[in-house]
Nanobody, 119 residues
Framework: VQLQASGGGLVQPGGSLRLSCAASGSFFSINDMGWYRQAPGKQRELVAAITSGGSTNYADSVKGRFTISRDNAKNTVYLQMNSLKPEDTAVYYC??????????????WGQGTLVTVSS
């Protein structure tokens, strides 16, 4: 299983970006998917997560600004980021809990995509 993330880049404060992460390979199903981020000198933190049924949760710092969604037919998770702030600058990683077989779940990470918010 591979997770391929894309969509990062440089954006001005107040701007928007949309991250995508597509899962590929052979598996039975994908359970939860999520986005994490790691800023320089800080620990990796959860940004947003979404279940296979579409339930979501967000870090307090991004509530009302970021929206996570997924397209189960495309095995893809998205993160729409609006009203970006300099403190959102980080490497963003997608994560997926994947069932290779029924009841055999494994955690996978994407390669990370850099988001820089700066004027």
């Amino acid at each position: 299983v591979q997770l391929q993330a894309s969509g990062g880049g440089l954006v001005q404060p107040g701007g928007s970006l949309r991250l995508s992460c597509a899962a590929s390979g052979s598996f039975f199903s994908i359970n939860d998917m999520g986005w994490y981020r790691q800023a320089p000198g800080k620990q990796r933190e959860l940004v947003a997560a979404i279940t296979s049924g579409g339930s979501t949760n967000y870090a307090d710092s991004v509530k009302g600004r970021f929206t996570i969604s997924r397209d189960n037919a495309k095995n893809t998770v998205y993160l729409q980021m609006n009203s970006l702030k300099p403190e959102d600058t980080a490497v963003y990683y997608c994560n997926a809990n994947v069932a290779l077989y029924p009841s055999k779940n494994y955690n996978y990470w994407g390669q990370g995509t850099l988001v820089t918010v700066s004027s």
